[in-house]
C-alpha cells in the first residue's frame, strides 16, 4: 500500500508565497510522474503542475512563471512553490503520483488527501 501525504497549505494575503510538499510511504519500488492538482467549490480537479522522473515539468497556463514543481527522487517527496498568489489560486491541492510499488509489475496513480490553499484579495 502507498500513502501520499501533503502539507504546506495555509492562508496567505494576494501576492503572497507558499510551499507545498508532499511524501510518498510504503511499498515503493519507483515513482514515475508526480503532479500537483487543484479543485476550487463548484468546479472541476485541475491539473497544476505534473513533473516526470526525468524531471519534464508542466505547467497550466495561469500558474507558468508563478509556480515551480519539483521532486526528490531518493526521497519520494513533490514539491510545488507557488509566488505571487492570487486569489483565483484559492483551492484545494491535491498531490498524485504515478508508483510502481514493490512486487508488482505495473503501476498506479494514487492521490493525497488534499490541503487547502485561502489567497486573500
Known amino acids: 500500500q502507498v500513502q501520499l501525504v501533503e502539507s504546506g497549505g495555509g492562508l496567505v494575503q494576494a501576492g503572497g508565497s507558499l510551499d507545498l510538499s508532499c511524501a510518498a510511504s510504503g511499498m515503493i519500488l519507483r515513482v514515475y510522474t508526480m503532479g500537483w492538482y487543484r479543485q476550487a467549490p463548484g468546479q472541476q480537479r485541475e491539473l497544476v503542475a505534473q513533473i516526470t522522473r526525468g524531471l519534464v515539468r508542466e505547467y497550466r497556463d495561469s500558474v507558468k512563471g508563478r509556480f515551480t514543481i519539483s521532486r526528490d527522487n531518493v526521497m519520494n517527496i513533490a514539491y510545488l512553490h507557488m509566488n505571487n498568489l492570487k486569489p483565483e489560486d484559492t483551492a484545494l491541492y491535491y498531490c498524485?503520483?504515478?508508483?510502481?510499488?514493490?512486487?508488482?509489475?505495473?503501476?498506479?496513480?494514487?492521490w493525497g488527501q488534499g490541503t487547502q490553499v485561502t489567497v486573500s484579495s
Open positions: 498524485t503520483m504515478v508508483v510502481q510499488a514493490t512486487g508488482r509489475e505495473g503501476s498506479e496513480t494514487y
